[in-house]
């Protein structure tokens, strides 16, 4: 059982803040690396921090278990937090994420092989040429990536 499970035996589905880490990945020809999840969703591999995990450490663990690629270096790009960010799940959890969004173009190993679970796709896009299911939240935090693409 993890952390966040742990936790809601303790308090139900009452309000938690969630830190997560989001990663932009670019590759040479400045397309950005998206996951499909099983929801239908495109949107930028990531996920929560574990217990004593920084968000950098996150970022690139999620990135690798989402997509396969792995990545070295990160850039921050901006943190999104507050309460235009509340999610209540089907299940009756509720949250308020603390998102710490992050690019990289370092790649080690671009091979997309994706899990099945959290994505049921995964590739690069042109900004310009975002799938139609892409997250809105997503298409925020990209909008905050001009630099990445210089």
């Not at 499909?36 to 996150?58: D, F, N, T, Y």
């Not at 937090?81 to 209540?88: A, E, I, P």
């Amino acid at each position: 059982m993890g952390y966040i499970e742990e936790l809601r035996e303790i308090i139900g589905t009452r309000p938690l803040i969630l830190v997560g880490a989001v990663v932009g990945v670019i590759d040479s020809q400045g397309k950005i690396l998206l996951q499909k999840r099983p929801e239908g969703i495109w949107g930028l591999p990531g996920g929560l921090l574990e217990l004593g995990e920084s968000a950098e450490e996150a970022g690139r663990r999620e990135v690798f278990e989402e997509t396969g690629v792995e990545i070295g270096q990160l850039q921050l790009v901006d943190v999104f937090s507050g309460k235009q960010y509340f999610r209540k799940l089907a299940n009756g959890d509720e949250f308020y994420p603390v998102t710490i969004a992050y690019f990289s173009k370092d790649i080690k190993n671009s091979t997309i092989k994706i899990d099945g679970v959290e994505s049921i796709d995964a590739g690069f896009f042109d900004i310009r040429e975002l799938p139609e299911d892409t997250s809105p939240l997503i298409k925020k935090v990209i909008k905050q990536y001009p630099k990445m693409f210089r």
